[in-house]
């Protein structure tokens, strides 16, 4: 059973970065799509972006492109989210999941993430 791990969360001013690491075990991490969620308060969990299993694909959802950056390293099965100029409204818990079938493609559903770490608290001040 694959256990996901996430760390790097913290409180943060706005237009700071942070990077959050999501370290997997008990599974073949390189055969599975992987991607960050958020959850702010009082809304519901959404996609922030998410990686191929090679890590050649990536997707990012609108409000973080060019500021967010996914990145994986099969050697170490980890996913990686750098956080860039960060804004307020980026505040949420975050969580790194896995999808359930192996070599996923098509688009980034949250219904196929089967796995999920607990997360980790991503506070931004303005």
């Known amino acids: 059973q694959v256990q996901l791990v996430e760390s ?3 409180l943060v001013q706005a237009g700071d970065s942070l990077r959050l690491s ?5 599974g073949t ?3 599975f799509r992987m991607s960050w969620f958020r959850q702010a308060s009082g809304k519901e969990r959404e ?3 998410g990686s191929s299993w090679s890590g050649r694909s990536t997707y990012y959802t609108d409000s ?7 990145s994986r390293d099969n050697a170490k099965d980890t996913v990686y989210l750098q956080m860039n100029s960060l804004k307020p409204e980026d505040t949420a818990v975050y969580y790194c999941a896995r999808e359930g079938s192996r070599f996923g493609s ?8 089967t796995s ?7 506070t931004v001040s303005s």
């Open 106 to 113: 098509g688009s980034y559903r949250s219904s196929t993430f």
């Open 8 to 10: 790097g969360g913290g």
């Open 116 to 122: 999920w770490g607990q997360g980790t608290q991503v």
């Open 47 to 49: 996609i922030v972006a």
């Open 64 to 70: 973080v492109k060019g500021r967010f950056t996914i």
């Open 22 to 26: 999501c370290a997997a075990s008990g």
């Open 29 to 31: 991490f390189s055969m």
